[in-house]
C-alpha cells in the first residue's frame, strides 16, 4: 500500500527517535534543538513549541536544558520517553511493513520496492524520515551512489534526456556565462527550435557543480503550486524558511514569498530553470516575477527560463541598464549541425543539403523529415512545419494513428499508453508506428508525450463534435491512470494527471469533482498552498453551477483552526454564543444566514490562515 501522509508530530517523534542514544549525554546534538527539530521536519522554528506541547502533556516526549556540541549558550532539547519511544517504534515498524514505494536505479529505471526493503538494504543508514520526505517530494527514492562524496542536490526529473547534442556551440557557452554572474537568462525562439533540449543541456554541464531545480510550467499551475515545488528543493539544500512560511499558519502573498526566496537562495549557487514561461498563467507569473525580485538579492543563485515569446514578467530597464536580465534568442541549426542530425538519422548523402536547406535549422522539422524517410528533393511548399505536416505526415496517417495523436493533443503531460489508444482499432503497435515516424516520443519505460508543437497542430483542426467527443475519452483515462499511479506511491504522476484532467476537462460538475481530486492529492503530498488554490477553483465552478450544497461538503470547511481539542471547543462555544448575543441588524436576517450567504469566501479565508497548524 502507498505511504500515508506522517503528521508534524509524528514527523517529529521519527526525527527524535534517531537521537535517542543521545538522551543520556552530558552534550546534546544540534538536531534536538528547537532550530534542528524545525528544520529536520520542514517547518519554521516559531511553530515547534505548537506542535511539541501535545507531546510534552501526553508524556511522548520530555524537554531539558543541556549543553550542545560546538555551541557556547546552553539550549533547551527535546528527547523521547520509554513511551514515546515505545509508541514510535511501533509506529515505524508499521510503516515498514505496509508501505510500498517507487524506487528509482541511478540508470533510471523504476521499481517497486518494500520501504522496509528500501531503508535496510539500499539505502541503508539513511534516516526514515528522510526517505518518506524524499517520497512525498518527488513520487520515489533515488538509489544511493556508491560513493561517500556528497553530490549536490538534483531535482531534475521531468527534463529531458539529451542523447544527441548538435551545434549551437556558442549559445552553450553564452548561457552557462550567462548563468554564472546573471540572476535569470531567458532563452527564446519558436516552437521546434530545440529550447527544452537546449535548458537540459544545460543542465548536463552544471550537473556535477550546482544544485538543479526543473519545473515544467503547465496551464494549470499556480503562484503557490510553484513556490511549493521550489520550496521543496530549498529545504533539501536545507534551507527552511520558504517551505516553513508555506506550510504554517497565517496569509500568504507574492511579497513575502519573495522575501523567504531571497532568504533561501542566497548563497547556494542553484540553478532555477522553469521550461515553457509562455505557457504560465498570470497567476504563475507572479511567481517568476517574484523570483526574479528575489534573485536580484540573492548571490550566487540564478534562474534559466525558456520561452516562446519574451516574457512580460521584467521590464526593458532591467535588460538594457540594470542587466539583471539576459536575453538569448535561439536560432536554426547552422547547416553543417543539420546535415550531421539528418546523416546520424540515416538519411542519405545527396539530399542532405537540399533538406537542411528546406528545414531552416529548426530541429524539430530535422526530426520529422529524417522519421519520414523521404525519397525525393523536398517540395516548393514546405516553409513551415506545419506546411510540412499537412503536406507529408498527415496522408500516410491510418484512422487509429491520427486517433492517437487527436487524444495526444489534450495530453500537456506524459501518459501511459492506455490514455491514447481512444480508437477502437489502436493497438500498442499503433504508438509503435508513431514512433518511428518521429510523431510521439517514449518518456520512461511506459509513458510518452507529443511535441508541443505537433499537439497544437492537431488540436487546431477539430471539430467542436470532435474535440467534445476526445475530452470525453481522455479524461477518464487520465483519471484511471491517475488512480493507478496513487495505488504505485507515485502521487507527482497522479498529481500531473489530475491537473491535465481539469484543466481540459468543459463540463462544470466533472470539472468540479476533477479539481476536488487535485486538491486532495495536493494535500496528501503537503501542498496545501496548492491545495487551497484548487479547492477554491472547486468552489468556483459549484458557485457557478449554482450549487451551494456542493460547496458546503468541501473539506476546507471541516479543516479545524487549530490542533488543540480544548481551544477547538473553546472557538464554537465562543461562536455560538456571538450568533445569541449578537443578532444581525439587516432587517429579516439572522448571523447563521448571513454566515451561509457566502460560504466560499468565509472557508477559503478560514483555511488560509489554519493550513499550516493542521497535523494532517
Known sequence: MPIRRLTVKERIQLHLIDCSRFSEDYEAPAEVTQEGIARAVGIRVHHVLQYLRPLVQDELIEGRTSHIKSRARRRKVYFLTAKGRLQTASMRSQLLKESVIAFRRIGGQIEELSLAQVFQEHRRGA?????????????????????????????????????????RATDLAAALRAVETKPMVVVTGMAGMGKTSFAAKVCDELRPTRPLFWRQIRPWD?????????????????????HGALVGPGTRDMSQVEDRLAKDLAGTSALVVLDDVHSASADAQQFVRALLLALKRASGASALLTSRTVPTLYSRREVAIER????????????ESSMALLADAGVSDPLLGSLADACGGVPLFLILLASTNVAG???????????YVAEEI???????????????????????????LVESGARTNTIVGLERKGLITPVGPDRFVVHETLRDYFRSGLSEERRAALIEAVVPRLLDAARDAETRGRLSEATAYVGNAAFIETDRERRRLCWRKLADLRRYVGDLPGAIDAYR????????AGDPASRRKSPLASTPRDTSRRRRARSRKACAS?????????????????????????????SRSSSGSSDG
Open 127 to 167: 534516516a526514515l524520515l528522510e526517505l518518506l520526505q524524499e517520497v512525498e517530494a518527488l513520487g520515489s527514492v533515488a538509489e544511493a551512489p556508491g560513493t561517500t562524496a556528497r553530490t549536490p542536490v538534483d531535482h531534475t526529473q521531468e527534463a529531458p534526456p539529451v542523447e544527441r547534442f548538435y551545434g
Open 222 to 242: 499556480t503562484a503557490m503550486d510553484l513556490a511549493f515545488r521550489l520550496a521543496v528543493f530549498l529545504r533539501a539544500l536545507g534551507r527552511t524558511e520558504l
Open 324 to 335: 539583471s536580465v539576459v536575453e538569448l534568442v535561439l536560432p536554426g541549426l547552422d547547416r
Open 377 to 387: 528533393r523536398p517540395g516548393e511548399g514546405w516553409k513551415t512545419l506545419g506546411t
Open 394 to 420: 498527415e496522408e500516410t496517417l491510418d484512422e487509429a494513428e491520427r486517433g492517437c495523436l487527436e487524444a495526444a493533443s489534450f495530453c500537456h503531460v506524459s501518459v501511459p499508453i492506455d490514455v491514447l
Open 537 to 544: 477553483t472547486a468552489l468556483g465552478d459549484a458557485a457557478d
Open 578 to 606: 456571538s450568533r445569541v448575543t449578537r443578532p444581525s441588524r439587516r432587517r429579516g436576517s439572522c448571523s447563521a444566514g448571513r454566515t451561509w450567504r457566502c460560504p466560499g469566501t468565509t472557508t477559503i479565508a478560514h
